[in-house]
């Protein structure tokens, strides 16, 4: 059993910190909303989203890359999600539930940032000719995204996946 972010992601360090028990898991949605007159925590969080819908749509197609990857992703965010889909032959299955929670907020800072939690269940987003994690199962890892405004665009510039069952 390997999920797919244990087949395509390199593990960075990230901080061991889970989620409550509070939180409600989702899927990626299909369309994000208009950005108008939006809290600026949640644009920030929209553009994760919309990064890692990106990601999946790709994984999905068995696509090197997606068109949506640099409306929502520059810098290191943008050139890991690539790194994660190039080269890949396989096509991957189901789609991963995503908790995803803003833990700081700093809009006074030039230019305004949001890092993003989120403890990603892995486990039926899954490389085709792997076997889904059994219900007993949980296969989680740990992203934290930092969001940056640009332009009046929000756009995730830098990804750290923690280890593998880390949150």
Excluded at 67 to 83: H, N, S
Excluded at 100 to 109: C, F, G
Aim: with cysteine; net charge negative; charged share 25%.
């Amino acid at each position: 059993m390997f999920a797919l972010m244990a087949v395509l992601g390199t593990a960075c360090s990230a901080s061991d910190e889970g989620t409550s028990s509070a939180e409600v898991p989702r899927t990626l949605p299909s369309a994000l909303p208009s950005p108008s007159q939006r809290p600026e925590e949640e644009r920030a969080v929209d553009a994760y989203l919309g990064m890692m819908r990106a990601l999946v749509d790709a994984s999905l197609d068995g696509a090197d890359d997606h068109p949506d990857l640099e409306r929502f992703a520059d810098g290191q965010a943008l050139q890991l999600t690539r790194d994660m889909l190039a080269g890949h032959d396989s096509v991957a299955t189901g789609e991963p539930v995503l908790t995803p929670q803003a833990t700081e907020v700093d809009l006074q800072q030039d230019p305004p940032r949001v890092v993003v939690e989120d403890c990603v269940d892995e486990s039926n987003w899954v490389m085709e000719g792997y076997e889904p994690a059994s219900a007993e199962e949980r296969n989680t890892r740990l992203f934290v995204a930092t969001v940056t405004e640009q332009e009046g665009e929000w756009k995730v510039g830098e990804l750290w996946l923690g280890d593998i069952e880390g949150c």
